[in-house]
Structures are given as structure tokens and as C-alpha cells.
């Protein structure tokens, strides 16, 4: 074809008529085949170049990663859920996790996992753990808010990581203050803040102080580092002395805040342990995790209702019971393990031992179960090793339950091992008549102290006493048996408005006497109240063989004639030379 039949020959550059010109010379030798391909190629001669053609798996891969752009980008729905509805309980993987998914299907399913994982009750259709955020959330927003939403303040993170507190001491006015010896003593004026006091935050610890300040008078209260934080008149000179500053002991201008030296500096200062610099940093760093995710794996074993026939841990636990009311019964599971039972490894210097504990409390009517779970951890210098693995590790949890009977499952793991003690235990919680002469559990103690002011709480804590109960109930030659037990409902002598209660303990051995004494109300820390009397003493074995004994508690009410006699055995054994 050519220009004579009205067919536009279109313009074709230098290039392209050497490629027809090459095509027409082959045409004998490659026949039609090639020509055609040769005619294919030509006009697009001007437009795939060397350097067109090496741009274009560059291009593809720009257009591919601008897909993937397309499929990670968040949309604001996420966004707002990641950044305002779970950034105080997410935690850091869960966190990159989300961020590398790519798309919304993948999303959804995660944020269904992610409340999955928390719910106390996964067996009901509510999900009780994901309706206290959100509630805690509107909580915060109506409260704490100040110029910014209130989940974004330091008050509305804290209540939304760990719930309301167990008492608040508020000063929203600040103005005069007297200060406890632990903070100096001496009179200053303050900022408005307030202290929140938690008996018991999971991962954090127990009898834990919160102050919140608000400096800038605004509303807008701030985690304190230092107690100093709220004093008003700190830096104005002469004024909100403390008591050392006042006798010209200390300067006011070099009052630590973080110095380590300042119990020299402050002689009359008198901190407690938990208001030193770095126990503040401590649980500031604490108050910054995520509440910690239960152990899924752990509820698993307990929800199967199975042992473990291989790799077994074992423990020992025992259940005791303290009245707090007619309807709500404190009580004390205890567990206790060998440490030569557990797997130790070196980290940064110390020989750690770590086991998880994940325990359901189920009622047998099929009510709600309650959840706990805790981490139990023993750690030792090279130097004391050998001598800690030889020893105990005990651990308790204390649950108020109303009366009936309830099925205790209980899991622990040793992290490092791998190995797992299950076990499911039925109990009786005891309902007390009212008026009706009674007992706790008698419990056979390796040791009572009094707290000496401490803070009543955690672990082990009765009234103002530490009871650490003897699980297997074995006691070495010389050691003593600490005894605890409270009676209920004593009569009272109305000539003396006391209890007229006799107490008296027989020692037995093969239902022989071999011990008889009566309670005489000032050895030990033994108290006499109105409707309760609390027992706690010990009981010395250097006299005794070994052998196993039966301790009798014979208790006798004369103004309501009755008489109770609460039992409990225990063994004494040689103490082992090293």
C-alpha cells in the first residue's frame, strides 16, 4: 500500500524507517512471520526506547507499593479505635500486630480477638470486660475533663487502666496544709490535688498511693513524681518550711526532689519506703503498662477439666475461710511449691524462677465464675542460689464469696520449664448463723507478725496482722506452729461487757494429751472484742518428738452455754543437718 490509493502514510521517524527498511530485507530470508512483527514494532519505534523500557518494572513496582499504600492506610474508624478507645490497655504487640494488617476484613476479626481475649466470661454473650471500658471511658469524659477529653488526662488513664479507686483524698482547693513527717513535717499552702489509694493493682503491687496535682489551677490534674509537686510556696524564699528547714537543718534551696541523699539532708524526714525517688519512678513505669492480658492457654487447661499426665508441676494448696459478714466470706486460697521443683534462668545476674497462676472460681448454680490470675516470681544471687532453691515459694489470692458450694479450677505453669500443675477442687464457703457461737478456719501458721502500721493490704493480710498459713502443714523440730483463729457470735457478760469465753488447747498424739494450757489473753496477739475474738499465737516444739499431732481448741461461751471444739493436724519432723 502506498500514498497513490488516498491512505495517509503516517510519519514515521529515523528510527522507525530503519526498522520497516530491515523488515523489507528479511522478508526472504524470515519470511511473513517476521515482517509482520517487524511491522508490529514499528510504530511504536518512537515510544519504547531503552530507557522506556528499563522504566517500566521500576513503575510497576512504584504502582504496587502504592497499593499496598492503599490497603494498609487506617480509615478513621481504626484510627480512633487504636488511638482513643484501647490506648491505655493495648499492649505494644498488640499494637504492631494491628498496624501490619492490611485489610479492614483482617481488622474486624482482630478487634474481635483483641476483646475475646479479655473477657472474664467468654461462655455468655456480653462481653463484661469490653462494657467496663467503654463505662469507664464515660466516666472519665464526664469527670476528669479539663480543656481536653478526660480519658486523655492522667486521672481519666488511670481510672480506665484500673478501675475507681478504693478511697480518694481530695483537696480541690488546695490552701493550707499540714504535712505528715514523711513528707518533712511543717505547714505550706498547696495547689489543689488529690490522692488515690488502691489496696491492690494486678502488676503493680499492693497499698498503692497516686497523687494528682493540678499546678495551673485549670482542672487538670497530673501524675506527681515528687510531693513536693503540690506545695505551693516552694519557691517563694522563707516560706512552707519544713520541720528541719524550720530548725535550720536543711536549706530550702537544696530540697531534693530525685536526690538519693535525702534522708542526710533531712534528718527529721522520716520517709517511707514507697515515697523514695526511685520506688516513685518504679511505679510510675509500672502505672504506665497495660493492664496484662490473661493467660489464654492457662484457661484453656482450666476449661478442659483435664490433668496433666506428663511434665507434671507440683503444688499443694489449701483453702481457708475468714468471716467478714453473714453474707460475704473472705476466702484464702493458698499454693505453695517447691523451689527445687522450678526452672531457673540467668538473667542479668539472678537465677529467676517464673510461674504463671490462672485460677476460675465456678459456683456449682451456674452463676458467674470469678477470674484471677497472677505471676509469681523468685529470683536469687549466685552466691544465695543453692541455698533458695532448697526453699518455698508461697502464693496467695484472697476472693470474697457468699456462702454455697463452688468448683475451684486452678492452673500454674512454670515459664521456663514448660511444666503444669492442674488441679479442680471442690469447697464449701460456711454460711455463720447470726447469734450463733462459731469459728473461722483454724489455721497452723509458719509465721504471724504484726504489721506495725503498714498498710493493711495484699497477700497474707488479716486485720493488722501477716498470717502466712503452713499449706502441707509440716513443721520442723524447734520451729513453732503459729495458730490463728477467730471466734464469732461470744456471748457477752452484761456485769462486764466483755466476752465470758473460756479457751483452752489440748495437744493430742495417738489420742493421747499430750499438752493442756489456756488461753490467757496477753501471750501472743491474742485480742478480746465485742461480737469477734481473734487468736493468734504460737506454739513451741522443741519439747516435742516427732510424730503427728492433733491440735483441740475447746471453746466455751458460759453466758450461751455452748461449747465449739475446732481441730487441725500437723506433723513435726526432725530438723535436717546441713
Not at 75 to 103: G, N, P
Not at 338 to 347: C, R, T, V, Y
Not at 549 to 554: A, G, M, N, S, V
Request: glycine share 8%.
Amino acid at each position: 500500500m502506498n500514498g497513490e490509493h488516498g491512505i495517509r502514510q503516517p510519519h514515521l521517524s529515523h528510527r522507525s524507517q530503519s526498522v520497516r527498511l530491515l523488515a523489507r530485507s528479511a522478508h526472504g530470508l524470515l519470511g511473513m512471520s517476521a515482517l509482520v512483527f517487524a511491522l508490529v514494532l514499528a510504530p511504536l519505534g518512537g515510544l519504547v526506547g531503552s530507557s522506556t523500557l528499563n522504566a517500566m518494572p521500576r513503575q510497576k513496582k512504584e504502582d504496587k507499593e502504592r497499593q499496598k499504600k492503599r490497603k494498609t492506610e487506617l480509615s478513621e474508624v481504626y484510627k480512633k479505635w487504636l488511638e482513643e478507645d484501647v490506648r491505655w490497655i493495648i499492649t505494644e504487640e498488640e499494637r504492631a500486630a494491628f498496624l501490619k494488617l492490611e485489610t479492614d476484613e483482617e481488622r474486624e476479626q482482630f478487634i474481635e480477638q483483641f476483646w475475646l481475649r479479655r473477657d472474664p466470661n467468654p461462655d455468655t454473650e456480653e462481653n463484661e470486660y469490653r462494657e467496663e471500658h467503654y463505662r469507664r471511658i464515660a466516666y472519665a469524659n464526664e469527670r476528669f475533663s479539663s480543656g481536653i477529653p478526660g480519658w486523655k488526662t492522667d486521672r481519666g488513664r488511670i481510672y480506665i487502666m484500673f478501675g475507681p479507686p478504693d478511697s480518694i483524698e481530695s483537696h480541690p482547693a488546695g490552701g493550707t496544709y499540714d504535712r505528715p513527717i514523711w513528707e518533712g513535717g511543717g505547714t505550706t499552702s498547696t495547689y489543689p490535688f488529690e490522692v488515690w489509694f488502691y489496696r491492690y493493682i494486678e502488676g503493680v503491687g499492693s497499698g498503692i498511693e497516686i497523687e494528682f496535682v493540678d499546678p495551673t489551677m485549670t482542672g487538670e490534674y497530673r501524675i506527681a513524681r515528687s510531693p513536693d509537686e503540690k506545695d505551693a510556696l516552694l519557691f517563694v524564699p522563707g516560706a512552707g518550711l519544713t520541720l528541719a528547714e524550720q530548725l535550720g537543718l536543711a536549706s530550702k534551696a537544696d530540697r531534693p526532689f530525685f536526690s538519693p541523699g535525702n534522708r542526710e539532708r533531712y534528718p527529721l524526714m522520716h520517709q517511707r519506703v514507697q515515697d523514695q525517688p526511685f520506688e516513685r519512678l518504679q511505679l510510675l513505669a509500672n502505672l504506665q503498662r497495660p493492664p496484662r492480658v490473661k493467660f489464654n492457654d492457662l484457661a484453656t487447661l482450666a476449661d478442659a477439666k483435664l490433668e496433666v499426665e506428663f511434665d507434671v508441676l507440683p503444688f499443694q494448696m489449701r483453702v481457708d475461710f475468714v468471716r467478714i459478714t453473714e453474707s460475704s466470706i473472705l476466702t484464702l486460697i493458698t499454693v505453695l511449691m517447691e523451689n527445687q521443683d522450678l526452672s531457673f534462668k540467668n538473667e542479668g545476674g539472678y537465677n529467676v524462677a517464673t510461674v504463671n497462676i490462672h485460677g476460675r472460681i465456678r459456683p456449682v448454680t451456674g452463676r458467674r465464675p470469678q477470674i484471677f490470675e497472677d505471676v509469681v516470681t523468685q529470683r536469687y544471687t549466685d552466691d544465695v542460689f543453692d541455698q533458695g532453691v532448697k526453699q518455698k515459694s508461697i502464693y496467695q489470692r484472697q476472693v470474697t464469696l457468699p456462702p454455697g458450694h463452688y468448683v475451684i479450677d486452678l492452673v500454674i505453669r512454670d515459664v521456663n520449664s514448660g511444666r503444669t500443675g492442674v488441679v479442680h477442687h471442690g469447697i464449701q464457703v460456711p454460711k455463720y448463723a447470726e447469734g450463733q457461737l462459731s469459728t473461722s478456719s483454724l489455721i497452723l501458721a509458719e509465721r504471724i507478725e504484726p504489721l506495725h502500721g503498714r498498710v493493711a493490704a495484699g497477700p497474707f493480710v488479716l486485720g493488722n496482722l501477716k498470717v502466712r498459713p503452713n499449706v502441707n502443714t509440716i513443721f520442723r523440730r524447734g520451729d513453732p506452729v503459729g495458730i490463728y483463729l477467730q471466734i464469732y457470735n461470744p456471748g457477752v457478760d452484761q456485769t462486764t461487757l466483755r466476752p465470758a469465753v473460756d479457751v483452752e488447747y489440748l495437744l493430742l498424739r495417738d489420742g493421747r494429751e499430750v499438752m493442756r494450757f489456756k488461753e490467757d489473753g496477753q501471750n501472743g496477739l491474742t485480742r478480746f472484742l465485742t461480737q469477734q475474738i481473734v487468736l493468734a499465737r504460737t506454739l513451741s516444739t522443741e519439747a516435742l518428738a516427732a510424730g503427728t499431732y492433733t491440735l483441740k481448741i475447746r471453746i466455751t461461751d458460759h453466758v450461751a452455754q455452748q461449747t465449739i471444739e475446732p481441730t487441725a493436724t500437723f506433723t513435726i519432723t526432725e530438723r535436717k543437718e546441713n
